[in-house]
């Protein structure tokens, strides 16, 4: 099973910040702002070119609603100003040629041009931000998908880990309005400052009053972000199942038996049982959250008119101009309005962050299956085999041992079968071999030495394995041979080699395109192929490796009889020289394999030759029986 990083440096994983799903701690929000440094860093990396425009230009435009504000109240003055002169102007024409409106006319040409820059800047902004985003989400996509391939497949096989995984998932989509918010944050800031240097000029504690206002509805927006996050975290299991639902009652996999078994309405009476909990659990935090932010915004609408009221009373007074006035009664509410996006948005900040805790844990899972730190190469040719010694696995949280005290050996260059009844512990074997999995007990050996020994992937890529689940890639029929061998996906001569071996160039040459037609019913273009002409050319993408140990877990099991033995066979004859393991229900198949080993519980229950099998008398030839009776 993976592990996470629980060192003090390392921030703390989601799951431990909010146990049970509740609300995290003023603690844990603020703990959770650790992830911003790795988030920029990452931003960086995606292209620091872009990332340095968006904030330049975003500095020069925190400096142009102080400068707009400002030639404002120029004008106002100006216009006072021409009103107080007593010009009588008769015509525009008159004043114009007059020249008295000069000033005017170019402080009004000066602000026309601060609102088009200003304009031009945001949409300059908003293109580099939509690039950045993309970028960004294409490169954290990948990591994920990089990281998730190193992780083990028991990490796979665990809900917990499928909900982190979920969630994760999610945030390579949806966390750029976050680099959109912090690079705000700074624009904003420095908006702020111009504009509370203005009010310092004028009236200091105007600036202390807003302050004041501001921060209950800072405090309250903290809370419900809280909240949201708690909500949505402990959703993730229902939100994995609404998916499944969503995907059973719309996808080409299950349309046979939805259609057949009349499933549609159990299906969606059972998504929207799921969705209106949901929703309902979201509407009420969204009420709650609605009405004190209405009372909590209050406040600051309170000081902004008391504010107003004063600035107007010193105007009256005779201590400001209108253009005073105008200035600083503009200038304190967009510095309230600033404040409060500031500190509203310092809280969503924080409730992000959270979110990017799913993103960054996920990243710090590291799995237990590695390669050591001085590996061994796997021997070429092998000489020995394997050997099984007292070994013992099961799985997490089962109660049962899937495998217990196994001791056999498969010799280089044998052929050897696995029988048994379902459960009884034939795939976790060939798992095990493969080392998917490590033993609880007991060690693998090849060649004397501990499997552990090896280097991981020189190991795998000397093994080839196709599971009875194998994967039905929506790729062309050659990529879905290619795959077994990714870096010899462009060699046509090995993917028909490996096709003719398998049998499946008898399934792919009548196809419209041949190797080059795309496969499945996913894309328009595609076309379906039966089980079994699935299975022919997953069998291919096992030849294409022509690795020193072939595995075949039940791959033929939607052949027919007589197909199944003629792969078996022709695998028969093309492994002379390699060491293979062959699973299948069906004992005319297995009986031509080397030796057999009868699996019963996890234990090894018998091992010989079917005749040697057959003569013994065990759970073997009662199995034997059974079928052959089958077919009298």
């Given at each position: ?382 000489t020995r085999g394997f050997v099984f010694e007292n070994v013992g696995f099961h799985y997490p949280d089962a109660e049962k041992w899937a495998l217990r005290g196994l001791n056999f050996e498969l010799h280089a260059g044998e052929v050897l079968a696995l029988v048994g009844e379902n459960g009884a512990g034939k795939t976790t074997l060939v798992k095990l071999l493969a080392r998917l999995y490590d033993p609880d007990e007991g060690r693998i050996l090849l060649d004397g030495r501990d499997l552990r020994e090896y280097d991981l992937d020189d190991l795998r890529a000397n093994i080839g394995v196709i599971f009875q689940d194998f994967v039905r890639y929506h790729l062309t029929a050659g990529e879905n041979i290619g795959v077994g061998q990714i870096d010899a996906m462009n ?142």
């Amino acid at each position: 099973m993976a592990q996470v990083d629980d060192s003090p440096s390392a921030p703390s994983p989601a799951s431990a910040a909010t146990p049970g799903g509740g609300k995290p701690s003023l603690r844990e929000r603020f703990n959770a702002l650790r992830n911003l440094p790795p988030f920029l860093r990452q931003i960086w990396a995606t292209s620091p070119s872009l990332t340095l425009a968006t904030l330049g230009l975003r500095i020069v435009r925190a400096f142009l609603p102080i400068a707009t504000l400002y030639v404002g109240k120029l004008i106002i003055d100006e216009a006072v100003r021409l009103v107080a002169t007593g010009g009588g102007f008769g015509t525009i024409a008159t004043a114009w040629h007059s020249g008295q409106l000069d000033t005017l006319m170019w402080l009004l040409i000066l602000e026309f041009g601060l609102a088009i820059g200003s304009d031009l800047l945001g949409r300059l902004i908003s293109y580099g931000d939509a690039l950045l985003s993309e970028l960004f989400t294409n490169a954290t996509s990948v990591r994920l998908m990089e990281h998730a391939a190193t992780l083990d497949l028991e990490d796979f096989e665990d809900p917990d880990l499928q909900d982190k995984l979920d969630r994760a998932r999610r945030q390579t989509m949806g966390r750029m309005n976050l680099m959109s918010q912090l690079f705000g944050q700074v624009q904003d800031s420095i908006t702020v400052v111009s504009f509370a240097i203005g009010l310092l000029v004028y009236a200091p504690w105007l600036i202390l009053l807003l302050a004041i206002a501001l921060i209950p509805a800072f405090v309250g927006e903290a809370h419900f972000n809280a909240l949201g996050y708690s909500l949505n975290y402990a959703w993730t299991p229902e939100r994995r199942q609404l998916e499944y639902i969503r995907q059973m009652g719309a996808s080409v996999e299950t349309a046979k038996e939805v259609k057949i078994f009349n499933l549609h309405k159990y299906l969606v009476a059972k998504y929207r049982e799921l969705a209106d909990k949901f929703f309902r659990a979201n509407r009420a935090l969204a009420r709650r959250r609605a009405f004190w932010g209405a009372l909590l915004a209050a406040l600051g609408t309170l000081g902004y008119y008391i504010a107003y009221a004063y600035i107007a009373w010193r105007t009256v007074k005779g201590d400001f101009s209108i253009g005073d006035l105008t200035f600083l009664a503009g200038s304190f509410r967009r510095l309230r309005q600033l404040l409060e996006g500031l500190l509203v948005g310092f809280s969503q900040v924080a409730g992000q962050a959270l979110y990017l805790e799913d993103l960054f844990s996920f990243f710090e899972i590291e799995p237990e299956i590695t390669s050591p730190p001085q590996p061994v190469p796997v021997p070429m040719p092998i000489t020995r085999g394997f050997v099984f010694e007292n070994v013992g696995f099961h799985y997490p949280d089962a109660e049962k041992w899937a495998l217990r005290g196994l001791n056999f050996e498969l010799h280089a260059g044998e052929v050897l079968a696995l029988v048994g009844e379902n459960g009884a512990g034939k795939t976790t074997l060939v798992k095990l071999l493969a080392r998917l999995y490590d033993p609880d007990e007991g060690r693998i050996l090849l060649d004397g030495r501990d499997l552990r020994e090896y280097d991981l992937d020189d190991l795998r890529a000397n093994i080839g394995v196709i599971f009875q689940d194998f994967v039905r890639y929506h790729l062309t029929a050659g990529e879905n041979i290619g795959v077994g061998q990714i870096d010899a996906m462009n060699d046509d001569d090995r993917i028909r080699e490996a096709a003719r071996r398998a049998m499946a160039d008898q399934v792919i040459e009548p196809l419209p395109h041949g190797y080059h037609q795309l496969i499945g019913r996913r894309f328009k273009t595609g076309v379906d192929l039966s089980g079994g002409q699935w299975q022919k050319i997953a069998i291919a993408r096992a030849y294409m490796r022509d690795a020193q140990v072939m595995i075949l877990d039940e791959p033929t099991a939607a052949l027919d009889a007589r197909s199944e033995f003629e792969v078996f066979q022709r695998f028969k004859e093309l492994s002379d020289d390699k060491t293979a393991v062959l699973i299948s229900h069906r004992f005319s198949s297995v009986r031509m394999a080397d030796r057999i080993l009868v699996l019963a519980e996890g234990r090894l229950e018998a091992s010989g030759t079917h005749t040697e099998l057959l003569a013994q008398g065990g759970r073997y030839a009662e199995l034997f029986e059974l079928q052959a009776a089958g077919y009298r």
